[in-house]
Nanobody, 123 residues
Framework: QVQLVESGGGLVQPGGSLRLSCAASGRTFSSYAMGWFRQAPEKEREFVAGIGRSASDTYYSGSVSGRFIVSRDNARNTVYLQLESLKPEDTALYYC????????????????WGQGTQVTVSS
């Protein structure tokens, strides 16, 4: 069992930055691939970024590649998402998730989910 808690969201102006964190409970964090998803109002949940168990493999959606960076610290049981050059269309509830398949874009392949942290990009 893994429990995930996201933090770091907030209101930021276009072009600004945020760093999201996802803290995991349990001693098996390093055995899971981790993903970040987001869901905007009236839209489907979409894959944003993923990272493998050892952090050597990272994956990004086309809309965030070059602006977002995913990383993890297995000693701290935490995965991060650095958001740069934010745009209004990045506004969404951001979730982290744990699963078996690194880089999977399918939400159904993740076993555990956090409650989400809201990111709002607006002037």
């Amino acid at each position: 069992q893994v429990q995930l808690v996201e933090s770091g969201g907030g209101l930021v102006q276009p072009g600004g930055s945020l760093r999201l964190s996802c803290a995991a409970s349990g001693r098996t964090f390093s055995s899971y691939a981790m993903g970040w998803f987001r869901q905007a109002p009236e839209k489907e949940r979409e894959f944003v970024a993923g990272i493998g168990r050892s952090a050597s493999d990272t994956y990004y959606s086309g809309s965030v590649s070059g602006r977002f960076i995913v990383s993890r610290d297995n000693a701290r049981n935490t995965v991060y998402l650095q958001l740069e050059s934010l745009k209004p269309e990045d506004t969404a509830l951001y979730y982290c998730a744990a699963g078996a398949f690194a880089g999977s874009r399918r939400s159904g392949q993740y076993d555990y989910w956090g409650q989400g942290t809201q990111v709002t990009v607006s002037s």
